[in-house]
């Protein structure tokens, strides 16, 4: 996660990493927001969660939209943020490249984001 995300802060908890990236609020101060996290559950063995939250998805709504219709088993929670579980290695080795390619689109539509801020 660090190598797409060099400016994000992580938020450690008991169970999950959240990451923030940098922006200002609106009064103009700095300031970190999340916009994705990974939960490890005790109950759920070998099992993590890439949450995707709404703020991430709605950097670029049809992007996401878009791979919600391609990926079996993909669907947005009540919050409009997107949960990808991880079942186990096997299923993390079909994702690894596709996590990646997600988290390199949200850092490339974060820092679009930010230049049109500034």
């Given at each position: 996660m660090p190598?797409?995300?060099p400016l994000a802060y992580i938020w450690p908890n008991r169970t999950c990493l959240s990451f923030g990236l940098p922006e200002k609020t609106e009064s103009g101060q700095p300031t970190y927001r999340v916009?994705?996290?990974i939960y490890v559950y005790e109950k759920k063995k070998k099992s993590i969660t890439l949450y995707i939250h709404k703020r991430a998805v709605e950097l670029?709504?049809?992007y996401?939209?878009?791979?919600?219709?391609?990926?079996?088993g993909l669907a947005y929670d009540g919050w409009g943020s997107l949960p990808?579980?991880?079942?186990?290695?096997d299923s993390?080795?079909?994702w690894e490249k596709?996590?990646?390619?997600?988290?390199?689109?949200i850092r490339r539509s974060w820092e679009e984001q930010m230049a049109r801020i500034d």
């Open positions: 190598r797409h995300f916009y994705f996290s670029n709504q049809n996401f939209d878009d791979y919600v219709k391609r990926e079996t990808v579980e991880i079942k186990d290695t993390w080795q079909g596709k996590l990646s390619e997600i988290l390199e689109y």
